[in-house]
């Protein structure tokens, strides 16, 4: 079986894949052009979140059989078009989940306390000691809009800092630890609230003015999710306008953001899409993927 490599992925993974028997080769810099026009000669590909795959491509490989992403969302791939043609699809559902639930406790923290703007201030030799009175995250209450295997992950550390929390996820019935509530409620409810569901034609947008209103004033939101969950022009205005106190971003609607203003805002902390960007998480992912495809390639 001949498969490509698209994007970077741990060269113990590819070690294990050649081992196993598997033609692979690398590109990680492929480009969609050089893609459509080498991709027909192979039977499986491995992608990341760099490449997308969409059905124009799909169309021209009709002897593709496999596409492995590594990581979790299937939104840079048209999946059920893939599988309409026969070619099986699979994706590391977990091997990121504690990565992108610290980086969200991370970032509840780093709002709680004013992290970030306190190490500027002293970057800047100032000492303002009395600026950063902060809160505790103890006793509050955390809304997670998507309880799966990373929303699961957040409760369990955030019930440990003896943190309420509170779900709203139409497609879960009960999670450990947390009550299950309507959105409007958590809206309602929350000191902290953190995204974690796909972005989808239902979730596109699902926060934005309106729900920003129904949200206690002084609100956190994080979002290491995806971008376009949050209405970044109702986030903008909510955290100019005073309603929300503070955000932490991962995720945008574009990536990179096309318009900066956003990340720019001083009660917004920020990173570039890092949410799996550990060594542990990048190790389960490769180690999955070849996992995944040795058991595929063995079946086949
Ligand atoms: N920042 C990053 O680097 C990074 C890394 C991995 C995953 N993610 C994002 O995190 C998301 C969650 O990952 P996961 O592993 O927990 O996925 P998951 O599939 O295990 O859980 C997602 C949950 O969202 C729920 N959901 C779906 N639509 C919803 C809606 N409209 N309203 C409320 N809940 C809804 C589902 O029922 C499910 O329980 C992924 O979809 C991905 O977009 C980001």
Known sequence: MKILVCDKTEAE?????????????????????????????YDGMIVRSRTKVRQPLIDVCPNLKVIVRGGVGLDTIDADYARSKGITVMN????????????????????????????????????????????????????????????REVARRANALGMTVIAYDPYVKEAEGVELVKLDELLAEADYISLHLPKTKESENMIGKAQFEKMKAGVRIVNCARGGIIDEAALYEALTGGKVAGAALDVYAAEPPTDWKLVKLDNVIASPHIGAATHEAQGRVGAEVADKLIEFAKAH
Not at 15 to 22: D, F, I, K, S, V
């Open 92 to 151: 590391t559902p977990k091997a990121s989940s504690a990565s992108v639930a610290e980086l969200a406790i991370g970032y509840m923290f780093a709002l709680a306390r004013s992290i970030c703007k306190a190490t500027e201030t002293m970057k800047a030799e100032k000492w303002e000691k009395k600026a950063f009175e902060g809160d505790e995250l103890g006793g509050k209450t955390l809304g997670l809009v998507g309880i799966g295997n990373i929303g």
């Open 13 to 41: 993974a590819i070690e294990r894949l050649r081992a196993a028997g598997l033609t692979v080769d690398t590109n990680f810099e492929i480009t969609p052009e050089e893609l459509v026009k080498v991709l027909p000669a």
